[in-house]
């Protein structure tokens, strides 16, 4: 297992750095590997490159309304984001850019949705994961669930031995709890929306707790019949404040881990898919 705060966290900090700055990582070795990952959510599209060792060296994040209930219905608007990523990337790296990705897709859903547009955009798809589960791999769990909280969906993940027993994802994401804050404040949606995000979000945790309690649900749900010693949290809506606590409560007989900052989590997992497969080899 790798340990959240010395392996994971520096690197989560890392990518949220590089997302703001839009910079190539200073301490990038000329010579190292590169290697990229794309995750086509229904709140954003993240691209990121790392190195060899599963350290972010950039990142490109739009927010972005081209992927809905688990189908990319803005198909050439997917494919434009992916490009303009790829473009300003190249400018960072020029022929050292891979031009092969991973990429990812929500349990139960078509892996070549995601496929068709990172092949669109000009890219060997080298990779493809469902998300808690790429999650899972990239934190080698042994015996544990993965809870991935994003825009449209809630996935979730058992892991057994290493091994992926069990996944599945519902329609309740960060978007529902953006329609209850913006019905409950009379807001248009995208005010709601950015409100939420806000560094005074902690004080609309009593309008939007309701979502969150029906997304515990949901993981009980399916959790039900298997053994697990912890949940990790993953996905943007997770760095609402109150959801590990709303977590640990509901179930207490878990640890409830929740790296920060979660939003980049699973756009690492994804990018180190390849790495985590490396590792498999490895081992074997
Ligand atoms: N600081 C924050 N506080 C609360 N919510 C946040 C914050 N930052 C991001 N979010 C929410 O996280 C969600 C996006 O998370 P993420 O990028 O994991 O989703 P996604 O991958 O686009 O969606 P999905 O996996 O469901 O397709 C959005 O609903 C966004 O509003
Ligand atoms: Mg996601």
Redesign the pocket.
């Known amino acids: 297992m790798r340990s959240i705060a010395d392996w994971l966290e520096p690197r989560l900090a890392q990518a949220a750095a590089l997302a703001a700055s839009g910079a190539a990582a200073a301490d990038l070795a000329a010579d190292a590997p590169l290697h990229l990952g794309i995750?086509?959510?229904?709140?954003?599209v993240?691209t990121m490159v790392l190195d060899g060792e599963g350290r972010p060296v950039a990142v490109r994040l739009d927010w972005a309304d081209v992927?809905r209930d688990?189908v990319v219905w803005d198909f050439f608007g997917a494919v434009q984001i992916v490009c303009r990523q790829l473009e300003s990337l190249g400018t960072l790296f020029g022929d050292r850019l891979p031009k092969q990705a991973t990429t990812s897709y929500?349990p139960g859903t078509d892996p070549r949705i995601s496929v068709n547009v990172i092949e669109a955009a000009g890219l060997e798809v080298s990779g493809v994961i469902d998300?808690p589960s790429a999650v899972a791999a990239l934190l080698q769990l042994d015996k544990a669930a993965v809870v991935?909280?994003?825009?449209?969906?809630t996935?979730v993940a058992v892991v057994r031995d290493g091994r992926i027993v069990y996944s599945g994802d519902e329609p309740t994401?960060?978007?529902h709890?953006?329609l209850t804050l913006a019905g409950s404040r009379n807001l248009p949606l995208a005010e709601a929306?950015m409100l939420?995000?806000g560094k005074d979000?902690a004080t609309l945790w009593p309008i939007v707790r309701p979502v969150f309690d029906k997304m515990a649900h949901i993981v009980d749900t399916h959790l039900q019949g298997w053994q697990v010693d912890t949940l990790y949290l993953?996905?943007?809506?997770c760095?609402?404040p109150g959801v590990r606590e709303l977590f640990a409560q509901r179930f207490p007989q878990l640890e409830v881990i929740l790296p920060q900052p979660?939003?980049f989590l699973?756009?690492l997992a994804i990018a180190a898919h390849g790495l985590a497969g490396a590792y498999a080899e490895v081992q074997a």
Request: glycine share 28%.
């Open positions: 995750d086509l959510g229904t709140s954003c993240v992927v688990g929500p998300e991935d909280i994003g825009g449209g969906t996935g994401g960060g978007h709890v953006s929306e939420k995000r979000n993953s996905g943007g809506s760095a609402m979660p939003l699973t756009p």
